[in-house]
């Protein structure tokens, strides 16, 4: 069964950094993309980065620059470097895997994404 557990969230100030982790099992994290998306108070779920099984990764404009997703594949752990956080950046942070690429950045909902975690918040204040 295919679980997925965030961790690493939490407040942190307009500029800091955060890394989120998601741990994995009943899956190989290198076999299929993977990602994070974000859901914001009255704001629809989007698509943050991905990481496809090759290495090769994207980002949502809005981050482009600022996180880095990676991957341990001895751990079969998820990473996101967040750095330069905004308050905009303020979500609840969910891995998911695996996920549809390119729809994953258009749309967040079954077609796009199969399993994701319980979520870890975010809060960047200003």
């Known amino acids: 069964q295919l679980q997925l557990e965030e961790s690493g969230g939490g407040l942190v100030q307009v500029g800091g950094s955060l890394r989120l982790s998601c741990a994995v099992s009943g899956f190989t994290l290198d076999d299929y993309s993977t990602g994070w998306f974000r859901r914001a108070p009255g704001r629809e779920r989007e698509g943050v980065a991905s990481i496809k099984p090759n290495g090769d990764t994207y980002y949502a404009d809005s981050v482009k620059g600022r996180f880095t997703i990676s991957r341990d594949d001895a751990k079969n752990t998820l990473y996101l470097q967040m750095n330069s956080l905004k308050p905009e950046d303020t979500a609840v942070y969910y891995c998911?895997?695996?996920?549809?690429?390119?729809?994953?950045?258009?749309?967040?909902?079954?077609?796009?994404?199969?399993?994701w975690g319980q979520g870890t918040q975010v809060t960047v204040s200003s």
């Open positions: 998911a895997a695996p996920v549809v690429l390119p729809l994953f950045f258009s749309v967040i909902n079954p077609t796009s994404i199969g399993t």
